[in-house]
């Protein structure tokens, strides 16, 4: 989901930079920034789950 997003952002920027809409392209870097931020959540919430798991499974 998350690449799709990234895809969705850097379509949207390309377009606004070749029709020289500044609001489009702007909307394709701000959703581009969120993308990366959502893949960066997700790393670590996977990364505590990892770390939760070994944790339990020391006791």
Do not use: P, V
């Not at 020289?20 to 990366?36: I, P």
């Amino acid at each position: 989901m998350t690449k799709f997003r990234e895809m969705k952002a850097m379509a949207k920027q390309r377009l606004g930079a070749r029709t020289g809409n500044r609001r489009l392209a702007a909307a394709g870097r701000t959703e581009s920034a969120e993308a990366r931020l959502l893949e960066t959540k997700d790393k670590i919430k996977a990364a505590a789950r990892k770390i939760r798991r070994e944790y339990r499974s020391a006791r």
